[in-house]
């Protein structure tokens, strides 16, 4: 430990003991403090990690002057690869029914409530259509894990797209499959799978799944994936159910290990219909801190501002655009089933339609000084 941070940490104890009654930070102690995470956020940015211990310092702070340096040298990263261009993907939710229950989704198997829709083939290749005249370069399919939706199905709808548009990405987010199914998908034209790890530690994901669910077999799909040449997206929900920072730690070495084309993370929301509906909902200011760190270990990734972030604060995807991420998903589906793929409570953006969401979004990267650009959008070693 440094000596800087070593008296750092000592001041901080006496406050948190009391014994001084209430010593608050002195000038001194600021500039201390500034001094020490301007010398982390070098780190990082120049090295791309840092020690477990230091990753735990930066995921526990609560200063916002750490965030402002974090964002800043994040916004610099993002900027050296991509430039101003934000990246948007036409998402079309095609059905939220799934086999699956896991315990904070509120599409999950067990929610009787939920109003269950599937869109037709005709209806998902309409959306594309739609999507593709709108000027989106990236399709993304993304459902429960319906077993309508056979790999025969989904590969025909992945090929009839390709035809009718042959420069688009097609991405998917369907859940978990077999290899050789993984393999199939991606020999009829499939571009990208967005998978979120979830978590990368063990226990934790047993206790946001059902046993019936298996850690194993989502990191190996995730391996799998990577091998088939599959432009790989992992992730993680901030401040899910009985997550610690620790846990956010391994995530973090799980995406340097894994090094994903793409990260999807946003806050952990709870829904009203599942086992978690009592949990708080994640921080907002916690996924932009870890937004800007994962833009400065993975440099060159793909980075969505969440639909979830944009649910806890109505600025949040401009927030997220500040702190590195560079993809917005607006959403492609029709309007009369957006409000049924409710995974979690107040969810936005279920009522306009797509060319309305297209020119909001417009609208809200160019408001943080970012444009949107035309394009597949891939990432920057596929282009
Ligand atoms: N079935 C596919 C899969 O398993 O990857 C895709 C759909 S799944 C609903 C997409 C993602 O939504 C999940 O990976 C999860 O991280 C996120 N999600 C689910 N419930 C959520 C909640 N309550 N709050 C925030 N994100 C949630
Ligand atoms: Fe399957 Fe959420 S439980 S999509």
Redesign the pocket.
Known sequence: MCETKGLLHFLRELRGQGISGCITATKEEKTMDDKHYAKIVEKLAETGDLSDAEFLEVINCTDTELDELLAERARAVRERYYGKDVYLRGLVEYSNI?K?N?Y????RRGNKNCERYRLTKEQILECGDIGYDLGFGTIVL????DPFFTVDIMAEIIRELKKRHSDIAVTL????MEREDYQRLFDAGADRF???H?TADREHYGLLHPTEMSFEHRMNCLKALKEIGYQVGA???IGSPFQKPEHLVKDLRFLLELKPEMV?I??????HD?E?KDFPAGSVSLTLRLLSVIRLILPDCLLPATT?LGTLDPKGREKGLLAGANVIMPNLSPTDVRGKYL??DNKICTGEEAAECIRCMERRVESVGYKVAGGRGDHIKRT
Do not use: W
């Not at 904070?104 to 599409?107: A, E, F, L, Q, R």
């Open positions: 799934c699956n896991c904070y989704c509120g599409i993304q459902g429960g894990e987010s369907i859940g978990e967005l998978l979120r979830e992730g993680m929900m999807g946003g806050p952990f929301i709870p829904h599942t978690f979830a995974l979690y």
